[in-house]
């Protein structure tokens, strides 16, 4: 069924970019569009982003600053370019246990044949699950890690909840999202590549410009820092902060579990 079947004026309603779908046909449809656009995803990152993505992804696990010692979760970790790094980070042998855990199986299917690729047999677990609810015992995690993923979830308080729970007490959250709120002057220009040149790199690449249509939409319907980091203190959590990256382009959360 395509996305325009499931539109719906309803008051449940929920966002799927600029859409509103019923809130129980959102989590299908976002699976759906990783579903389909696994096998060409991190190219599609690459291109989309000039390379950009990297450094963003670099900045957030400097931040982490993961020791051996630590067990983190890679929640909606996709094809696994967050758990590479924290391996890399610690070295191949420098302990750590990461599971990396994401709703569609294309996505995990293609994050696992690329750690075989490199060669990496042991110290991260791969999972499908959701976010909204995690299949982990309660203070299971020291860190907890989210990157471009929650504005795709149906509820972002649920699975805050769910990050909240699965932490032990002062364990570590760490989200790297898009963020709406672009500098001025440079929103025009970024607005115009947005709705533009990415749904055509999408269907140039990826063959699907309805799944980049999406995924820029969604973008623009995340909350804006100062919100989301209330958001994250109403879950439960201290000490929050953030950073702006790329002026504004994306923003980097981080708070700690009372
Ligand atoms: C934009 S990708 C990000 C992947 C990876 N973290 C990265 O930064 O490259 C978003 C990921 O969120 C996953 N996802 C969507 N809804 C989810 C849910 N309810 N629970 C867990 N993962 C979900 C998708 O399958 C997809 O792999």
């Not at 051996?68 to 610690?90: K, N, S, Y």
């Not at 791969?126 to 976010?131: K, N, R």
């Not at 990157?147 to 149906?154: H, K, Y």
């Not at 440079?186 to 999408?202: C, E, N, R, T």
Request: proline share 3%.
């Amino acid at each position: 069924m395509s996305t325009e079947d499931k539109e719906t004026d309803d008051a449940e309603a929920v966002d799927f970019g600029f859409k509103r779908v019923a809130a129980e046909a959102k989590a299908g449809l976002v699976r759906g569009v990783f579903e389909r656009v696994a096998r060409r995803y991190d190219v599609m990152n690459d291109v989309m982003s000039g390379g950009i993505h990297r450094v963003w992804k670099r900045e957030m696990v400097e931040w982490l600053r993961p020791t051996p010692a630590m067990t983190i979760v890679d929640v909606a970790g996709g094809t696994g370019d967050i758990a590479f790094r924290i391996r890399d980070r610690l070295g191949a042998d420098g302990g750590g246990h990461i599971v990396v855990c994401d709703a569609s199986q294309n996505m995990v299917e293609a994050g696992r044949d690329r750690a075989y690729d490199r060669g990496i047999l042991k110290g991260i677990e791969w999972l499908v699950g959701d976010a909204e609810r995690l299949p982990f015992k309660a203070r299971s995690f020291d860190a907890y890690t989210i990157a471009f993923g929650i504005r795709n979830l149906t509820r972002i308080e649920a699975a805050l909840g769910e990050a909240a729970r699965v932490l032990g007490p002062g364990g570590r959250f760490l989200c790297l999202e898009f963020s709406p709120d672009v500098m001025p002057g440079l929103d025009k220009l970024y607005d115009l590549y947005s709705f533009a040149v990415i749904p055509m790199m999408g269907a140039a690449i990826a063959k699907d410009a309805g799944s980049y249509r999406y995924l820029v939409e969604s973008i623009r319907r995340f909350p804006h820092p100062e919100r989301f980091a209330g958001m994250i203190r109403d879950a439960g959590f201290a000490g929050v902060s953030y950073r702006r990256l790329s002026g504004g382009i994306a923003a980097l959360h981080s708070a700690y579990r009372v």
